[in-house]
């Protein structure tokens, strides 16, 4: 079973940009597809970015293209999400997780395993 770990979760200013980092452990990273999800108060888990094992296969929400970018470096068993030119409505608490539809699609997207305790990202000026 694959083990992740979210961290680089901050209070940042509307504009402003965040990188958040996924450590994994537990199982052979390079073989699992990674998603980014998030849970901003009083609304539901939304998926933000996919990956896929090798990195070839990128997928975004709407809401976030252009602005967020997912990477991922298999040599250290780490996933990476980039984010820039943040709003306040990316204040959220963000979670990496194994994507059990290997990243075919941002809307199909689900975790497979449990949830970690997830980053939280907070937008505000």
């Known amino acids: 079973q694959l083990d992740l770990v979210e961290f680089g979760g901050s209070l940042v200013q509307p504009g402003g940009s965040l990188r958040l980092s996924c450590a994994a452990s537990g199982a052979t990273f390079k073989h699992y597809a990674i998603a980014w999800f998030r849970q901003a108060p009083g609304k539901e888990r939304e998926a933000v970015a996919c990956?896929?094992?090798?990195?070839?296969?990128?997928n975004y929400a709407d809401s976030v293209i252009g602005r967020f970018a997912v990477s991922r470096d298999n040599a250290v068993n780490m996933a990476f999400l980039q984010m820039t030119r943040l709003k306040v409505e990316d204040t959220a608490l963000y979670y990496c997780?194994?994507?059990?539809?290997?990243?075919?699609?941002?809307?199909?997207?689900?975790?497979?395993?449990?949830w970690g305790q997830g980053t939280q990202v907070t937008v505000s000026g």
């Open positions: 997780v194994e994507d059990g539809d290997f990243c075919r699609s941002i809307a199909t997207a689900w975790a497979f395993g449990s």
């Open positions: 990956i896929s094992d090798n990195g070839a296969v990128t």
